[in-house]
């Protein structure tokens, strides 16, 4: 996965500090007398949709069976979903592009809104480099594969910056492997996302850029195409996607229950869910002409920057019409 080394005892640090966010990669599964035979699996990061449902309890009378498949990261989490294994997945607008590149059977089905400051580059506390320029030279770790929104981020605060990126070495590292090489101090610069970001800064990392100015902020909801394509699960979809709207209105309402719900699930310090939870991506609503206007500004860019190899067409990989939350 990478050729950085970092000590096993680096590692359990890190382990006490929170990964512990690697949940298991299936939650428990809960049936219902309604339709039992319908199971959607639902494709989650680092436990935060989970924890949301968990914590307003929005799940709880579904009329369907599910159960939770997590993932690290957006690049898993979609190839899990090329190979029919989860049938929604939650994640940033460029890994969605990347992951329809790859021929992943998705579309888009519902809009979520975060915060772009809920990223960013991270440099160790004693680190020389001041701002983005200082960079020249230098290698910047990114979490956690190619097309991921802190790749993103980071090519925009580069050409923000005026360094070319032929100066600057970028490794993939998945994040949890990247936590521990930063706890240790194996890695100068760092591009990555919450909640490993406000870890890293928790730990003393600090802030060289965040996504601010840069980063959409804006999150989404796929679901794969075979699983809209069985009408029993197709229902079963809108139904998660109304609960997850009723989910995010819950959040709003009642961010401490949600912050403290947040770090019993995956393990971290309150001050950190506080935190994450705060600028996390919590509403559902349906996809808006906007939405798929920002995020082709997004592909079109990627491709420009090489970050893509081809143009996406945001409009054919989005079904704006399967869910329209009810007034």
């Known amino acids: 996965m990478t050729d950085l080394l970092f000590s096993r005892a680096s590692r359990r640090n890190w382990l006490k500090q929170g990964t512990a966010l690697a949940l298991a990669a ?33 799940l709880d009378d579904a009329p369907f069976a599910y159960r939770w498949a997590n993932f690290q990261g957006a690049a898993p989490l979609f190839e899990a979903q090329r190979s029919a294994a989860v049938d929604t997945a939650v994640a940033g607008d460029l890994p969605v592009l990347a992951a329809a590149v790859g021929r992943t059977p998705l579309k888009i089905v519902a809009t979520r809104v975060g915060k772009a400051d809920a990223l960013g580059i991270v440099v160790q506390p ?5 701002n983005v320029a200082d960079l020249r030279g230098k290698t910047v770790i990114v979490s956690s594969a190619r097309g991921s929104i802190s790749q ?20 993939f590292v998945l994040p949890t492997d990247a936590a521990a090489a930063f706890a240790s101090k194996q890695i100068d610069a760092w591009a990555v996302f919450d909640p490993y970001y406000t870890i890293a800064l928790q730990q003393g990392g600090r802030i060289l850029r965040d996504g601010r100015g840069i980063n959409t902020a804006l999150g989404f909801i796929t679901a794969s195409e075979p699983s809209l394509a069985d009408p029993a699960k197709r229902i079963a979809i809108v139904q998660f996607l109304d609960r997850l709207a009723r989910a995010g209105e819950w959040a709003l309402a009642n ?19 506080r935190i994450i939870t705060a600028r996390a991506s919590v509403t559902g609503r349906p996809v ?35 869910w329209k939350r009810p007034a």
């Open 288 to 322: 808006a002409e906007a939405d798929i206007v920002a995020l082709q500004a997004v592909a079109d860019r990627s491709a420009r920057d090489g970050i893509l190899p081809v143009r996406v067409d945001v409009r054919a990989i989005t079904d704006a019409q399967l």
């Open 126 to 130: 004693d680190s020389p480099l001041r």
């Open 26 to 58: 299936a939650g428990p599964m809960r049936a219902f007398a309604q339709q039992p035979q319908i199971t959607l699996v639902l494709g989650d990061q680092a436990g935060g949709l989970r924890a949301l449902f968990e914590a307003s309890k929005a």
């Open 255 to 273: 961010p401490e229950a949600y912050a403290q719900a947040y770090s019993k699930l995956t393990r971290l310090p309150i001050e950190s869910a």
């Open 152 to 171: 993103y981020q980071l090519y925009g605060a580069l050409e923000e910056a005026g360094v070319p990126r032929s100066e600057v070495t970028v490794k």
